[in-house]
């Protein structure tokens, strides 16, 4: 079993990934909340790991990617003294099967990397990946593994707690689906425009991008809060809530062969 470390904005995704061929399963996912003044992270991680009940001698080694640098050096002790291996870490200028058409490709998210070289492995291109988490982050991939660029906008969580902060009559609310298009009160009005908003906004992005490719394009929707917006989006869309840990996974191998 290969252990995916993965540093976001909020927290690091932990799972565990086996191979099964020129696949990968995903057979466990837990997350340790980020916080920045904690130098520690070995407990948490050891709690993640005996909670799925997996013996850390039957892991063979573990890949990181970050998109907060400075947490990399507590949570690669942590996974360095539980495995006895450090992480391999992810970087833009690794192998990955993917060529890039961006200016500056070390600047990339690696976690958008990951998504992408999962993707150009596993979906018919032209693709547009689409990772719903703290920011709603889009990828777009051209035919022979092509990273052509993206788009990156607010998370629906981010968005929803900006307009509570900066407003004096809105409230801080839990994001759930949406009953109906038009909300009949505050809340519903909020976790509508949220919801269907970000759904219409991917809809109408991915038409962009398909008239812009002058090609219909796959669209694969991934991240922790994709599958509440997945059911209002109108687009043919596949939903793939591992499809990070699994392209970890697949970037750890190509950088061990």
Not at 11 to 29: A, I, K, L, N, P
Not at 143 to 148: A, D, K, Q, R, S
Not at 164 to 181: D, N
Request: proline share 7%; charged share 20%; with cysteine.
């Amino acid at each position: 079993m290969l252990l995916t470390l993965d540093i976001g904005n909020t927290t690091v995704g932990v799972s565990g990934v086996e191979r099964r061929g020129e696949d990968y399963q995903v057979m466990f996912s837990g997350k340790m909340p980020v916080v920045p003044e904690q130098a520690e992270y070995l407990p948490p991680l050891r709690a993640l790991l005996e909670e799925a009940r997996i013996l850390a001698e039957s892991v063979e080694g573990s890949v990181l990617s970050s998109v907060v640098p400075s947490l990399n050096g507590p949570v690669c002790r942590a996974a360095e003294e539980l495995l006895g291996k450090a992480p391999v870490q992810i970087t833009a200028g690794g192998t990955s099967g993917l060529t890039f058409a961006v200016s500056c490709p070390e600047r990339l998210g690696l976690d958008r990397i990951a998504d992408a070289a999962w993707a150009v492995r596993r979906y018919p291109l032209p693709a547009v990946t689409v990772d719903l988490g703290t920011a709603t982050t889009f990828n777009v991939l051209g035919e022979n593994g092509v990273f052509l660029g993206g788009l990156i906008a607010p998370g629906l969580e981010t968005g929803i707690h900006a307009l509570a902060s900066r407003t004096a009559q809105l409230p801080v609310l839990t994001l759930c689906p949406p009953e109906e298009l038009i909300g009949r009160d505050t809340e519903a009005c909020m976790r509508s425009g949220a919801v269907y908003g970000t759904a219409a906004m991917i809809d109408g992005i991915v038409s962009r991008v398909e008239t812009e490719l002058d090609r219909k394009v796959t669209l694969i929707l991934t991240g922790g809060l994709a599958g509440l917006v997945e059911p209002f989006c109108l687009h043919s869309r596949v939903w793939d809530p591992q499809l990070l840990p699994k392209g970890l996974a697949l970037l750890y191998d190509l950088r061990t062969e």
